[in-house]
């Protein structure tokens, strides 16, 4: 039987800032028989890779991997000079900083991301050097990267709200007919500014509507660019949907958002050269109608007849 290896970090979050937090935890090896070999080895392993799909509108095929990724950290380090491990349950404890005070750091430690198109990732891998006749081990685990504490804000996030209004006249998209005569006003509030450790908080209140409402839905969007070559590609996508209501709901009556974010989907809002990740929110009302019930699985960033939508820009921030 093959020897088998794992890495466990001593923290269960796998959360670091890299300046002044080490990362610490054991390589474990478990094995029948003792192993030979030649040093083991950890290396961090962090950097932006983006790609730019062919089944986007507008884009050809031939763009398809022509971004090259953009290395934030390579960094290796002996735990173990050479020597034998022995047959069991072998732990070998390490502890290793993510960045030194003075290292050159040309690059910036962005935050763990996993996007559509962009993902910001950081790897630690353990190998164990066993010469030519035998396989190394070598094992892999991803641990996630938040700014550093001297790199976040101090004052707290504006409580401040942006009010909105959702009208058949603030729609530039075709309505149902009856929703063009009959009309229908929905108001509230939500910040735009947001720190990613608290919930987007607000209020919604269906004014009047001659058609009944079928959902009132909140869908936080991220847009990701990418500069290939001369060009700036751009691709929004649906990052999750919260509901705040399900049914027609009584009018003048006021309707709480609250929306938790998810952690490695979202990140501080990022505006790089080679790259951008902004982030949107979008309120949707959807009117019971025939047309709605037979399309129950529509996108909902596409206009439809049956549904009004409130588009407002997000600025993610992480805060202290």
């Keep these: 039987m093959s020897p088998a290896m794992e890495i466990k970090l001593s923290r269960a979050s796998r959360v670091y800032r890299p300046s002044v937090e080490p990362l610490e935890g054991k390589i474990i090896v478990k094995s029948t028989s003792s192993v030979s070999h030649y040093g083991i080895r950890l290396t961090v392993n962090g950097s932006v890779s983006m790609k730019v799909r ?17 290395t934030i950290v390579s960094k290796s380090i002996e735990v173990k000079p050479s020597g034998k491990i022995a047959s069991g349950t072998t732990e070998i404890p390490f502890s290793m900083m993510i960045r030194q005070s003075g290292d050159d750091n040309h690059e910036r430690f962005y935050e763990t991301f996993h996007g559509a198109n962009i993902s910001i990732q950081y790897l630690l891998t353990a190998d164990v050097m066993r010469g030519y006749l035998h396989k190394p081990l070598s094992t892999t685990m991803e641990f996630i990267v938040e700014s550093d504490k001297a790199e976040l ?4 996030v504006s409580p401040e709200m942006v009010i909105f209004y959702i009208t058949q006249d ?8 009856e ?11 939500i910040p735009t500014l947001c720190s990613l450790s608290d919930p987007i908080s607000g209020e919604l209140v269906v004014e009047t509507s001659v058609v009944p409402i079928q959902s009132i839905d909140v869908h936080l969007l991220r847009i990701e660019s990418i500069l290939s070559g ?21 009018r ?4 709480p958002i609250y929306v938790i974010l998810p952690r490695l989907l979202t990140c501080p809002t990022s505006l790089a050269g080679p790259f951008s990740i902004e982030f949107k929110a979008s309120i949707v009302i959807t009117f019971e109608s025939q047309l709605s019930k037979t399309h129950p699985k529509s996108d909902p960033r596409t206009p439809r ?4 939508m409130e588009t407002l820009p997000l600025e993610l921030i992480r805060t202290r």
């Excluded at 007849?305 to 009004?308: D, G, I, P, V």
């Design 252 to 255: 003048n009556m006021t309707l």
């Design 54 to 70: 062919g089944g986007s509108a507008g884009i050809i095929e031939s763009l398809v991997g022509a971004v090259k990724p953009i």
């Design 179 to 189: 929703l063009k005569a009959g009309g229908f006003r929905v108001t509230g509030r």
């Design 305 to 308: 007849l049956w549904m009004a």
């Design 230 to 250: 001369e060009r700036i590609v751009t691709e929004t996508s649906l990052v999750q949907s919260t509901q705040i209501a399900d049914g027609d709901v009584c």
């Design 153 to 156: 804000l101090e004052r707290p």
């Design 170 to 177: 603030t729609q530039k998209h075709p309505l149902l007919p």
